[in-house]
């Protein structure tokens, strides 16, 4: 069973698509998060929920909208993709989230996300 | 959060130890040390992490210098597997989410 799970694993689209990348975590975790992984390969923070509600957005244009419809569910909604969209997207989870520092981060497989 | 400067490669021959450091010479009183790793085409994977002591656990040993500026990660018995880029993060204690921050990270080559 896995424990993040994310799809789909590749999606290759035109510019000006919408296009959305799903994620769901069967740990009973509290708090998941988006991560965007560049073609340099630097990983950054994009959104973070706790128990559905948004408690980190790292100025991410608003193009990009995270829903989520329940605590094991965090689904990425992209309009209008640009070309500087393409990158792996990773969702991950913690238990608690951000309460202490004392928490191990688990990722999904990541979505290739491709923008011609 | 503190900065962190790691090599960006390192070898490393199956079944000898792997010693990856890491420098985080601005790290302050509060601040946690957390290792991850990134296999080729996965998420990144927790591995292990530490404030003062050092730590084990049944991946790896954390070695945190006293004065706490820098650390090793050390795999004991590396493995082909092992192969990955393994990322040195320092965290605060602060509220609003887990909020790490990874930089470029050591590539490991295991070889034969």
């Known amino acids: 069973d896995t424990a993040v799970s994310q799809t789909p694993k590749y999606l290759v689209t035109q510019m000006g698509n919408d296009k959305s990348i799903k994620c769901e975590q069967n740990?009973?975790?509290?708090?998941m998060y988006w991560y965007k992984q560049d073609s340099k390969k630097f990983l950054k923070i994009m959104f973070s929920?706790?128990?559905?509600?948004?408690?980190i957005n790292e100025t991410v244009p608003n193009r990009f909208s995270p829903k989520s419809p329940d605590k094991a569910h965090l689904n990425l909604h992209i309009n209008s993709l640009e070309l500087g969209d393409s990158a792996v997207y990773f969702c991950a989870s913690t238990l608690l989230g951000g309460i202490t520092t004392n928490e191990k981060l688990f990722f999904g497989s990541g979505t290739q996300l491709s923008v011609l | 959060d503190a900065k962190t400067t790691q090599p960006p490669s390192m070898d490393c021959a199956e079944g000898r130890a792997a010693n990856l450091p890491c420098n985080h010479s601005t790290i302050s009183g509060n601040e946690y040390v957390y290792w991850y790793r990134q296999i080729h085409s996965q998420g990144p994977q927790y591995i292990i992490h530490g404030l003062k002591n050092n730590e084990t656990n049944e991946m790896a040993s954390l070695i945190i210098t006293e004065d706490r500026k820098s650390s090793t990660l050390i795999l004991p018995h590396a493995t082909l597997r092992d192969t990955a880029v393994y990322y040195c993060?320092?965290?605060?204690?602060?509220?609003?989410?887990?909020?790490?921050?990874f930089g470029t990270g050591t590539q490991l080559k295991v070889e034969l």
């Open positions: 929920y706790n128990n559905k509600e948004l408690i």
């Open positions: 740990l009973g975790h509290d708090t």
């Open positions: 993060i320092v965290r605060g204690v602060t509220g609003g989410g887990n909020k790490l921050t």
